[in-house]
């Protein structure tokens, strides 16, 4: 890919927009789904718990986490308002159990200690100030709430060629580091490994991501 195409595919990574955003939305869906599968399986979700996702995308996998326990409630927050509109239209079927709403990306739009459980999967990279999200995260999950940071690590991020465009990346003790930070105070690794295609051409790429558990 041309170096103009790799900056436009960073761009909708990070906030996808228009008809060229909806292409990439379901392309994300597809190379990202085992990791958010994984993630939504290490929350341990229960019945009637409020779960919170932060970047949502076009959320074709909202079916596997309302499948998990009985009487869920289920909100995620986006920036992209192209898939703000995506993740509502493709889950019409369950607007008495799900919401979307668009945020600035900075502030969570809840009350203190509204969720049981919180995930995100591939969003950290965007975090323009990660500490101060990071205890916006902290403010919304409950007591013994359990919130999932998911992300591919640095030292795999970095042989992705359009990394380079406004991605930040993390190692695990960078990410170990960060959320020490914060007020969060427990934290478990996971690290993963699988074969997925490229978003960039047709080979397949061997990614190596991190799964953290959270606590307060």
Do not use: C
């Not at 996808?16 to 869906?29: D, T």
């Not at 869920?72 to 607007?95: C, P, R, W």
């Not at 101060?132 to 992300?151: A, P, W």
């Amino acid at each position: 890919m041309e170096k103009d195409e790799l900056k436009i595919l960073a761009q909708n990574l990070a906030n996808p927009q228009g008809e060229k955003g909806i292409e990439i939305g379901e392309m994300m869906h597809a190379t990202n789904i085992s990791m958010t599968l994984e993630s939504i399986k290490t929350l341990l979700i229960e019945d009637n718990e409020h779960i919170l996702e932060i970047g949502h995308g076009n959320a074709g996998h909202l079916k596997n986490i309302l499948s998990r326990a009985q009487n869920l409630k289920y909100t995620g927050v986006d920036i992209s308002e192209t898939m703000h509109n995506e993740a509502g239209k493709l889950n019409n079927n369950f607007q008495n159990q799900a919401e979307f709403i668009l945020y600035e990306g900075k502030k969570l739009p809840f009350e203190d200690k509204t969720f049981d459980k919180i995930f995100t999967v591939n969003t950290v990279y965007f975090w323009e100030e990660p500490v101060e999200f990071l205890n916006e995260i902290h403010r919304v999950l409950k007591k013994d709430g359990t919130f999932v940071l998911t992300f591919g690590q640095r030292k795999f991020m970095e042989t992705l060629p359009f990394t380079e465009y406004d991605f930040t990346l993390y190692s695990n003790s960078e990410m170990e580091q960060l959320v020490s930070q914060s007020h969060f105070k427990r934290m478990k690794i996971s690290e993963k490994e699988e074969d997925i295609p490229s978003k960039s051409g047709n080979e397949t790429i061997h990614r190596i991501y991190t799964i953290l558990t959270i606590k307060k």
